[in-house]
Each structure stands twice: as structure tokens, then as C-alpha cells.
């Protein structure tokens, strides 16, 4: 359990899978939540009917996070809905339905749509939030990275590539951000059973014998070390990448 009374927290792609559940688990503990995306609304509204049922107050905004006028409309909405910033879970990827394929075989505009969305998609809230942060003296910033850039991934090259840009995208940000007070860290799911996930691979075909404890993830593991790097038990841990895969790649 972790304290979060009070928080406000910004969830990009809110709308299912381990964006629900991060509202979710900020709302339990006490956080006010922003829960954006750019398509599903409907999965968005049910996440803050969700999180109101909890107790917690929610919102929800549709957003584009590769469109900077789209993220500073986010910041602001939280400004003028909640009066403060403390929290922004860079979750959103383009990952839902990808079809594995060859490196040669993948098209520009998926490589192109691969990289805006998750890595752009990352930089750009996290400019957009920054102001307000430094002008409290103190924020949180999670970004959502993987396991397989540890490891690698057969016919996923551009999202293997993505993933690895959000470690060193975290690690410069670290030094930029640090003087004011506001740590970003990324935690690295290994393979969890979301919506998402099951249109990648069979979850309970998925070979764990690589795998310490013999188990795929679930939501709540990863949810369990995000609300830590949130929370004031981890205000001197920045710049680094928490793997949270069973112990399948080791660092």
C-alpha cells in the first residue's frame, strides 16, 4: 500500500488494459485521476465510472499524445479541473493488434505510426506537464517501456526499437528534470495478459519456462511498482528502469 491522498494523476491511453488499471490503482489509493486517449472513448468513460465507484474523483479527455497542441490541452484541462499535476503515466503505444512480420517487411508507416506514437507520444506529455511540475517543485513521470528491449522480440523490430528510445529518452530526461525536483523512471512489464497482449500472442500458450517465477504478468504486478515510483518512498530514485517480468531478464 502506498499514499497517494490528494495526487492528481494523468493516465495516457486510459481507456483499457493496463491503462485502467492505473486509474484504477491510483484511485484506490487515494489519487484524483485524468484518463486520456486518442479513439476509445467508450472504454474511457467506463474507466472513470470505475474509478468514481472507488471513491476517487475522475475525469477523462480525448486526446492525441503525438499532437502537442493536444497535450497542452491536457495539461491545462487537469490545471483547471484538479489545480495541480503530480503524476503522468506515459502508458499510450501503438501495440494493440500489431502483426509480427520480418524487419524488411514492415512498411514505412507503420515504422513511422510505431515511432510517433510511443516514442513522441512520450516526449510530448511530459513537455506538456513540465511547467506546471517545476512551478511545484516536485513531480512524478513514469514511462511505459518492456521487457524485449532486454531481450529482443522475433518480427517486432520497430516496437523493440521504441521501447529501447523510452529507456534513453528516461535517462537523459533524468538529468534535465532533476534539478527540479521531479524524478521519471520507466518500469518494464514482461509479457502481461491484457486486452492487447492476447491479440499478440496466446497468453496461456506463452512459454514461461524461461521465466522465474512461471507466470506471465498481470495488471495489478505492474500497477504494484508503478504507484511505488509515484509515491514519496521513492522521491530519490530517477532515471532508472524497473523490470517487472518474473525475473526473465535480469540487470
Known sequence: MVNLKGKVAIVTGGAKGLGRAFCEGFAREGAKVLAVTRKDIQGLEDTIKSVRALGAEGEYLQIDVTSRADNEKMAKFAIDRFGKIDILVNNAAFYYGVERKPFNEISEAEWDMMMSVNVKGTWLPTVAVFPFMKQAGKGKIINLTSEVFFTGSTGFVHYVATKGAIV??????????????????????????????????SVEKYDTSKTPLRRVGTAEDIVGATLFLCSDDADFITGQTMLVDGGRAMH
Open 168 to 201: 534513453g529518452l528516461t535517462r537523459a530526461l533524468a538529468i534535465e528534470l532533476g534539478p527540479h525536483n521531479i524524478c521519471i523512471n520507466a518500469v518494464a512489464p514482461g509479457f502481461t495478459d491484457t486486452e492487447a497482449s492476447r491479440t499478440i500472442a
